[in-house]
């Protein structure tokens, strides 16, 4: 079933002194309900333009998109790329702030957000401050309050992209599980092959500025990704051929 479905959207932006910079051209991407769908592409060529556009936070310049379940709009969770926190509310205030705002403060998505704190490792952070935060903890509340409400839409944009290794290994895991488990839409933008293979069932190359589709690739591996599928041949060869759609990009 199409939930979303964008059809030849673009999107220029004036720059301060005046020059004409088309970001997005052209581009049409039908998303199916409960996929997982990562973005890549060279940097400023779109990417965080293509999830605003869809979240409605940016106007397009053409094109059109139809939402096929309406509810979808309201029912949407955004892990901006340099997301912001309120910085005079506690970790666990800041979490629980979406759930404030749309009255569904139940025993039950309480319980979830007890959940997300322990996921999100933030547990003994519950009553700090953002200030008192390292950058990475600052990422995973803004992830665990995007969760907070269990939306059936989530955009994220290199949500992951400032966390170590570890952390970020133990997020993707963590992130396929909730996405099964919840049945969950996700549009999930990326610099890391790896990352996108490992977590999507389909991924878009982005072209150079302006950008377009350059291909979607299918991801064609067991629904059960355990860690070790990365040194699998299969994950070998997804990741360098979208890294050779890469190359041919920058
Ligand atoms: N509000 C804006 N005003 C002017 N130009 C903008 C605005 N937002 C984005 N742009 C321009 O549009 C292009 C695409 O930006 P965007 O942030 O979508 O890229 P990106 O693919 O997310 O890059 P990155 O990988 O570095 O995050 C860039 O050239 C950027 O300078
Ligand atoms: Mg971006």
Not at 71 to 81: A, I, S
Not at 200 to 212: A, D, E, M
Request: charged share 25%.
């Amino acid at each position: 079933m199409t939930m979303i479905e964008m059809k030849n959207i673009s999107k220029s932006f004036t720059s301060t002194n005046g020059e004409r910079i088309q970001a997005i051209k052209d581009v049409s991407l039908s998303v199916e309900k409960d996929e997982f769908i990562s973005i890549i592409g060279p940097s400023g060529c779109g990417k965080s333009t293509l999830l605003r556009i869809l979240s409605e936070l940016q106007e397009y310049d053409s094109g059109e998109i139809l939402f096929h379940d309406e509810n979808l709009k309201d029912n949407l969770g955004f892990v901006f790329q340099d997301s912001v926190l309120l910085p005079w509310k506690s970790v666990y205030e800041n979490i629980v702030m979406p759930l404030k705002i749309k009255h569904m403060e139940t025993p039950e998505t309480l319980a979830h957000v007890e959940e997300l704190l322990d996921l999100m490792n933030l547990k003994e952070f519950r009553n700090s401050l953002p200030k008192e935060l390292s950058g990475g903890m600052k990422q995973r509340t803004s992830i665990a309050r995007s969760l907070s409400y269990n939306p059936k839409l989530l955009l994220m944009d290199e949500p992951f992209g400032a966390l170590d290794a570890m952390t970020r290994d133990h997020l993707n895991l963590e992130l396929r599980r909730l996405w099964k488990q919840t049945k969950k839409t996700i549009l999930f933008v990326t610099h890391d092959i790896e990352e996108a293979v490992f977590l999507s069932t389909r991924v878009v190359v982005l072209s150079n500025r302006p950008s377009t589709i350059h291909d979607i690739v299918t991801i064609d591996l067991p629904e059960e990704r355990t860690l070790e599928l990365r040194d699998t041949p299969d994950f070998i060869n997804y990741v360098s051929r979208l890294r050779g759609m890469l190359n041919e990009q920058s």
